[in-house]
């Protein structure tokens, strides 16, 4: 923790009554790359507008590089930001809006024109320079504001959904390159977004957020395998969920019979509920005797989405149904199709167990 | 341990952010001009407002002034006689210019450009000239005095007939603006459920524009019942409450009586405000809605209809205007009609000669430029600024106020204040400064409301992003606020500008020997029975506004022109 | 251009609400001097004086007889008024009482016409001209309407011109004043209202200013208008068909006259401007548009003015005019005033 370069101590922001941020603490290591992700209203811009000093913290710490910028305003503060509506500079060429920041430091002119040059072939906008941000496409016009922001070389960037703006295509083009430019400077980065792709695919570390306060901080993997709280794993890809009340430390029940998971913390007799992802569950040959865990179900639709069929099953005695990713070759081999039988097990490993939220 | 404490005494007060010496600026100048409104506006209406409890040597009466007032049945009987004029006025002014903003809207009739700038032209001459030229055309010499049928053109049927040539286009602007907004696919529906004409009419089109109706009666209403020119000129024996306080205070130098009539006359100019401030908000949520523009089948008998109203209002206005020019031109009306330059002799007139003429030249332009300076900053400062909010929303609601505080009673709130022996800025009195400061108060509302809108559109992280290149507030200010908002600016500056030459109510209380004003000069003149010269001067005012404003079409065109390179984007 | 940097100075200084830069310097003496002068003389009067004397600039206020009084009267705590120059002579009286003159008695005072002076030694007030009533018909309008050329202020009275006369509101004019002061005195008291009350059956409308009668009856718009007769004179060299009628009872006269108010900053200058006000040069020059001036003897005819002028003016009591002044405006206001053209 020492090494960190921005560090959040016990940070809260209330607007009136309301409480956007409840008392959140976070590093973030120099040259890391970090998604704020979170549903909209979850505090996740509020803490972005806290670090960049744009709307300062009730309460709490904010430190970065060593030195306490609490309460600085934003121009003491060092970093970059770039906005999901570019806030380009409407009157100003793209090289002049490069160069906005870089023109009142008394840098030589040539010295500034070097560093345009440089920032734009770095966004592969080399011959852009002398066009009106209105002339570009939206993802040129993105590329021009990191450039911007990048521009004065700041310790610290923030990008504030730069990509919501766009469409599909050139959204994920752009996930990769802001991601390898982010590689080749190493600058530290902050990214809010609420698109949880985006901060799997982008994020060094991501921290999902909701209701003002951290779910869960980790890499996109531990994120993804293992949520820390039924928040997140609702919130980050696609789950299945079955209620259950717990048996022993990993065992429960419920009126399709016994499930096991991986064990838990969680007490005998109480409420939980388990969670497990389409992709792990696997299918059996339904005339399998041997394998104690088989379930038996209808499958009620099955969806082709290409690679895989996503099928919705409705296992015998359970009171809902479930969503299984199939392979279209094991789809084939166990004749899975709507309206069929088909059988699956639930490997415990991979079988979370929450307590049941209020 | 030290930490702890640290937080233990966070908790019991917020952080209060830093302030960068950018920052400390930044609160200087919303200080100094909120200073400005506070001096120009707060200031002076609250003097005006004590003064009404005030007895003429200073001792506070209580309510005794407004006993006395509602005592004098005079003073009282011009109540009735200014709602019933502002409520006529509203009617007429409202159902014509309905009807002509339809056809600009919904017919295909041809030379809409060239109507709408006809219907404009009111807003560039003083309210007193359509007073002048009724008395040319229906007076007892009146050219076509037969068409009034023996009733007289001097009292309400002549302060009405001016004052619906005055709000005209005030009333069309709005009306346009609610009927562009109608939605084509209510009317597709409503044709397509077989609704006859008649019944889209009241059903989908009424309903539709019924917000822009309200607003523009409400603003139709204040401006006829504050208007000054119009009864001044043509009012005859009919006393109105704006020619009342002109009465009391520069008649009979009762200042206190004065302020007493302003304040009766206050009281409907700030409910009419209030009622469409309220309006206004509904309609711009109407405006914000998605709606597919309507365009208009062509129909020969409607936009032949159209054509054909269009060309009556248009000779209205433009046979106003004519017979003013004709006033000034005749030798010696009705005895000796040929042409000549006599009326422009204004030297040996009352009202301030050729001077007056120049003064409001001058007048208008600093008007323009200072008012430009200080409204687009104001602004500015209450969009964009940071810190202060409760100062910044004590200005917002200043910039607000001048709408609903008539010019005279803003005049004689001047009088009052800078006047006072008391007050250091009374050296500002009878000069030229405080005519300009009175006329940029008089029509702060619309200016700030136009600077406010342009500013809106402006992406709001501009500041935050000039922020984190650690550049001042000003010089984005600079660089790109004042640019992209260029058009905005030059609308400000040349709606003060007309406005300040045609404006008589609020300085014909501030003139001084040196300042006389040519609106001012037209009511002098006038008065003294040159109403020819009075009509001459008129229409130089005309000329000179009509000139700024086509100097200012081809100034707007050519930014436009080299701007459009990067203009699209604000556009779209 | 000078004049003009001055103003933009001062416009800075508004707009910065700084103070004191709104003050300029200069070399000539400004006199701000009030008054009810015709506006086409005020440059004529000005040029004439400054001939002999172009150190001293005058600044005219000039506005109807009674605003000029109200407005001196309500700026007596703080007079803005360096000197009057062409105020009635029963207004001067009434700001004489109040104590507001400075009397002077200028060079050359021997030589006016007594009646052309303040009784008190030294003088409150010297005159300059008399300006008599008046009473302007339009021929044109007169034959169109069948109306007889009146011959007296009683003829006004006859039915036939209802609706046909305009005359000016006393409260406000100077002029106004003078003619109901004069039937007054010359009906008493009470023929006065009488004759006032029948004549206001057939007053069209009261105007604001004196000469507005004369002129609206120079172009038509009224048929008689009770005005006075250098008014009238004016516009009847102008080309309008008007005959200017002195009525035969008599007529009210006022004075225009001459007073430095008290407590001026600028004494000396208007010390010298009184002195020039009673001159030779300044009667002639009066004399260009009044019949009666205040040295009778350097007086020529008139063009259109009537010739029985001197002799029809009534023996006018100002004293018993000025400390009447109220009352009797009030009493006016009280009967005829709804009547009266917007401004008072």
Redesign the interface.
């Known amino acids: 923790m020492t090494d960190a370069f921005l560090r959040i101590e016990?940070l809260t922001k209330?607007f009136g009554s309301f409480t956007a941020l409840r008392n959140i603490s976070l590093s973030v290591l120099e040259g890391e790359f970090v998604c704020f992700l979170g549903p909209s209203g979850c505090g996740k811009t509020t803490l972005l507008r806290a670090i960049?000093?744009?709307d300062?913290?009730?309460?709490?710490r904010v430190e970065q590089a060593g030195i306490d910028i609490?309460?600085?305003?934003?121009?003491?503060?060092d970093?970059?930001?770039v906005?999901q509506?570019?806030?380009l500079?409407?009157?100003?060429t793209v090289e002049k809006n490069v160069a906005?920041?870089l023109e009142?430091?008394r840098a030589a002119r040539t010295e500034v024109t070097t560093r345009v040059n440089e920032l734009l072939s770095l966004v592969d906008l080399a011959d852009q320079g002398k066009k009106?941000?209105?002339?570009l496409s939206g993802g040129q016009q993105q590329r021009v504001a990191l450039a911007?922001?990048l521009?004065?070389s700041?310790g610290l960037l923030?990008l504030d959904e730069p990509l919501s703006a766009l469409d599909a295509k050139v959204r994920t083009h752009l996930r990769q390159e802001i991601k390898h430019l982010q590689r080749r400077l190493a600058v530290t980065t902050i990214m809010v977004t609420h698109d949880q792709e985006e901060a799997l695919t982008m994020a060094d570390r991501i921290v999902v957020m909701n209701h003002g306060i951290i779910e869960q901080i980790g890499s996109p993997e531990d994120i993804y395998a293992a949520p820390a709280s039924e928040f997140v794993a609702q919130f980050i890809g696609t789950m299945n969920f079955v209620n259950v009340v717990v048996a022993s430390a990993n065992q429960g029940t419920h009126q399709g019979g016994v499930l096991e998971f991986s064990p838990n913390s969680l007490r005998p007799r109480e409420s939980a509920r388990l969670a497990f992802r389409p992709e792990d569950v696997e299918i059996l040959e339904k005339s399998d005797e041997h394998n104690r865990d088989k379930v038996l179900g209808k499958v009620v639709s099955a969806e082709y989405l290409g690679a895989f069929l996503r099928v919705t099953i409705a296992p015998e005695g359970w009171e809902s149904t479930l969503l299984a990713d199939i392979s279209t070759d094991i789809a084939a081999r166990f004749v899975v199709e709507a309206g069929g039988d088909v059988a699956f097990r639930l490997p415990p490993e991979k079988i979370l167990a929450y307590q049941e939220s209020e | 341990m030290a930490a702890a404490e640290v937080?233990v005494r966070?908790?019991a007060s917020?952080?209060?952010?830093?302030?960068?010496s950018?920052?400390k600026l930044m609160r200087l100048f919303i200080l100094?001009i909120g200073?400005?409104l506070v001096?120009a506006l707060a200031m002076p209406l609250y003097v005006m407002l004590s003064k009404s409890v005030l007895n003429s040597d200073g001792g506070f009466v209580g309510l005794s002034n407004y006993f006395a007032y509602f005592k004098t049945p005079?003073l009282v009987y011009s109540i009735k006689n200014s709602l019933f004029v502002g409520l006529v006025t509203t009617v007429i002014t409202v159902s014509i210019a309905f009807v002509l903003a339809y056809g600009f809207t919904r017919s295909r009739m041809p030379g809409k450009p060239i109507f709408k700038t006809i219907a404009m032209i009111p807003i560039l001459v003083p309210s007193l000239l359509p007073g002048i030229a009724l008395?040319y055309l229906f007076?007892?010499?009146g050219i076509i005095n037969w068409a009034l049928f023996g009733h007289e053109i001097?009292g309400p049927i002549g302060i009405i007939i001016s004052e619906v040539f005055f709000t005209l286009p005030h009333a069309l602007i709005i009306i346009i603006t609610a009927l562009s907004i109608a939605d084509a696919r209510l009317y597709e529906a409503a044709t397509a459920l077989r609704a006859s004409s008649t019944r889209i009419f009241f059903t989908v089109t009424l309903p539709g524009v019924r917000y822009g109706l309200i607003s523009a009666g409400f603003v139709v209403f204040t401006l006829a019942v504050t208007d000054f020119g119009a009864?001044?000129v043509i009012?005859?024996?009919?006393?109105?409450l704006a020619?009342d306080i002109?009465?009391q205070v520069?008649?009979?130098?009762n200042?206190e009586m004065g302020a007493v009539v302003s304040v009766v006359l206050l009281i409907p100019a700030a409910l009419a405000f209030f009622v469409d401030r309220l309006v206004q908000k509904k309609q711009i949520a109407l405006l914000s809605s998605r709606a597919v523009a309507l365009e208009p089948k062509p129909s020969r008998r409607f936009d032949n209809g159209m054509l054909a109203y269009a060309l009556v209002v248009s000779f209205f206005i433009l046979g106003i205007l004519g017979m003013c020019q004709f006033a000034a031109l005749f030798?010696?009306?009705?005895?000796?009609l040929s042409l000549g330059l006599s009326n422009y002799q204004f030297?040996?007139?009352?009202?301030g000669?050729w001077d007056s003429y120049f003064n409001s030249i001058?007048m208008a332009s600093?008007t323009a430029v200072?008012g430009t300076?200080?409204v687009f900053y104001g602004a500015y400062l209450v969009e964009k600024g940071k810190g202060l909010g409760v100062i910044r929303g004590a200005f917002q609601f200043l910039a607000m106020l001048p709408m609903a505080v008539p010019g005279l009673v803003l005049g004689l709130a001047y009088i009052f204040f800078f006047?006072m022996?008391s007050n250091?800025?009374n050296?500002?009195y009878?000069?030229?400064?405080?005519l300009?400061?009175s006329t940029i108060t008089h029509f702060y509302t619309v200016s700030h409301l136009t600077a406010t809108t342009a500013l809106k559109q402006m992406?709001a992280?501009?500041e935050?992003?000039?922020?984190?290149?650690?550049?001042?507030f000003y010089?984005t200010f600079l660089?790109?606020t004042v640019?992209?908002c260029t058009p905005a600016i030059l609308d400000i500056s040349i709606y003060l500008f007309v406005n300040a030459m045609t404006t008589v109510s609020a300085v014909v209380f501030l003139y001084?020997?040196?300042?006389t004003l040519a609106s001012v000069a037209v009511l002098n003149m006038d008065?003294?029975?040159?109403?020819a010269p009075a009509a001459a001067m008129g229409m130089m005012i005309f000329y000179t506004a009509a000139s700024v404003k086509i100097l200012h079409y081809f100034l707007s065109r050519g930014i436009e022109a080299k701007?459009q390179?990067?203009?699209?984007?604000?556009e779209? | 251009m000078k004049?003009?940097f001055y103003?933009?100075g001062?416009?800075i200084?508004?707009?910065l609400?700084a103070?004191?830069l709104?003050?300029g310097a200069s070399a000539a003496t400004d006199l701000?001097v009030y008054t009810a002068v015709e506006?086409?003389d005020l440059?004529k009067y000005a040029a004439r004086f400054n001939e002999d004397h172009p150190d001293i600039n005058i600044?005219?206020?000039?506005d109807s007889t009674?605003?000029v009084t109200?407005?001196l009267?309500?700026e007596k705590?703080?007079p803005?008024a360096d000197i009057v120059w062409g105020l009635a002579a029963t207004s001067l009286l009434l700001m004489k009482g109040e104590g507001m003159l400075e009397p002077y008695a200028p060079a050359g005072l021997d030589a006016l016409d007594p009646k052309f002076r303040d009784k008190s030694s030294p003088p409150s007030w010297t005159g300059m001209d008399a300006w008599v009533a008046a009473i302007c018909v339009n021929t044109?309008?007169a034959d169109k309407n069948n109306l007889p050329m009146p011959s007296s202020w009683q003829d006004l009275t006859k039915p036939v011109y209802k609706g046909h006369i305009a005359m000016p509101n006393p409260?406000?004019s100077g002029t106004g004043f003078l003619d109901v002061s004069s039937w007054l005195q010359l009906f008493g008291e009470e023929g006065g209202w009488a004759f006032m009350d029948k004549l206001h059956q057939n007053i069209g409308?009261?105007?604001?200013?004196g000469?507005?009668?004369?002129?609206?009856a120079?172009?038509?718009?009224?048929a008689i208008g009770v005005s006075f007769a250098f008014r009238g004179a004016k516009s009847k060299a102008?080309?309008?068909?008007l005959e200017v009628i002195i009525p035969s009872e008599g007529i009210g006269w006022d004075m225009e006259a001459t007073a430095i108010i008290k407590g001026t900053k600028n004494l000396d200058a208007a010390k010298t401007l009184a002195d020039w006000s009673v001159s030779e040069k300044a009667n002639k020059m009066y004399n260009e548009g009044y019949a009666v001036i205040g040295i009778q003897s350097l007086a020529k005819p008139v063009e259109h003015f009537p010739n029985n002028i001197p002799e029809s003016m009534i023996d006018n009591d100002f004293e018993w005019a000025a400390s009447n002044r109220k009352r009797i405006l009030a009493e006016w206001q009280k009967r005829y005033?709804?009547?009266?053209?917007?401004?008072?």
């Open positions: 016990n209330n960049a000093g744009l300062i913290q009730t309460q709490g609490s309460i600085l305003p934003p121009s003491e503060r970093f970059g930001i906005f509506s570019y806030a500079f409407p009157n100003l906005y920041g009142s430091r009106y941000p209105s002339q911007r922001a521009a004065t700041p923030l | 937080q966070d908790k917020p952080l209060k952010a830093k302030s960068s950018d920052d100094v200073a400005y001096v005079s008395i007076g007892r010499q001097y009864p001044k009012g005859g024996d009919f006393n109105v020619t002109y009465k520069i008649g009979q130098q200042f030798k010696f009306f009705p005895y000796n030297d040996l007139m009352d009202g000669g001058e600093y200072f300076l200080i006047n022996p250091p800025l050296v500002l009878h000069t030229m400064a405080i300009v400061i992406d992280q501009f935050s992003v000039a922020a984190s290149l650690k550049q001042p010089r660089r790109v640019p992209v001084s020997p040196h300042t008065d003294a029975g040159d109403i701007t390179a990067w203009r699209r984007s604000i779209n | 004049k003009s103003r933009g001062s416009v200084a508004g707009a609400l103070m004191g709104a003050t701000m506006a086409e440059k600044n005219w206020v000039r009674g605003i109200a407005k009267l309500a705590a703080n803005r044109v309008e409260n406000s409308h009261y105007t604001h200013s000469s507005k009668p004369c002129k609206q120079a172009r038509g718009e009224v102008s080309g309008a068909p005033d709804s009547k009266s053209e917007p401004k008072s």
